[in-house]
């Protein structure tokens, strides 16, 4: 009777499928140089974009990977090579004393494709809204979403986490570039603070 238990408890973990959690390590990209802005902004960094996780269901398995560092990473290196002085908040600043703009991101999502074989690319979509509100009545004064792709190769066994390190090294990338163009090209964020 306890055998035929056992073996009933087995069958069942094996169709119940497992989480496997995968932590990526992204280093933070390298921008070019701007002139930035002495407006002083608020980054609010919710805990839905600091503490984003992206899951991936397949085959009855649940692949997740935590991505909030990478995208409070990315925020934090996007608003700081535009603006002198960036202060992080959790939630939005009750007080505006001494804040010229306060700058929302959010993760709109992360989507991908991937064959069942190492020789299919496996690609990756993000896609991140920003939110520029006035520090008195926090209306919304500038709104852009920027999206961003990239796609490799997974490769053979023995490549396969390397690969996939690169994979979201490059939509970091890509991701972290289209924001600042924009930042640096916003007249919006010129006006910020008196800025001219």
């Known amino acids: 009777m306890a055998r035929h238990l056992v073996l009933w408890q087995l069958l069942v973990l094996q169709f119940m499928g497992c989480t496997h959690v995968t932590t990526i390590p992204i280093a933070t990209t390298s921008l070019p140089p701007t002139d930035k802005s002495p407006a002083k902004v608020a980054l609010v960094l919710e805990k839905q974009f600091s503490e984003f996780k992206y899951q991936l269901k397949q085959m009855g398995d649940t692949f997740e990977y935590p991505l909030g560092e990478a995208f409070q990473n990315y925020a934090r290196n996007v608003t700081g090579s535009r603006f002198a002085q960036v202060s992080i908040f959790p939630v939005a600043p009750e007080s505006a004393e001494g804040i010229d703009g306060i700058l929302f991101p959010k993760v709109v999502k992360v989507e991908e494709s991937r064959g069942l074989f190492t020789w299919t690319e496996r690609r ?35 490549h396969v986490k390397e690969n996939e390190g690169r994979l979201f090294q490059d939509l970091f990338d890509q991701l972290s570039l289209k924001t600042q163009k924009a930042f640096v090209e916003s007249k919006e964020f010129e006006l910020l603070g008196g800025t001219p």
Request: no cysteine; proline share 6%.
């Open 124 to 158: 990756v979509v993000a896609v991140v809204e920003w939110t520029l509100k006035d520090r008195y009545n926090q209306k919304i004064i500038w709104l852009n979403t920027f999206d961003a792709e990239a796609g490799r190769v997974p490769g053979p066994a023995w």
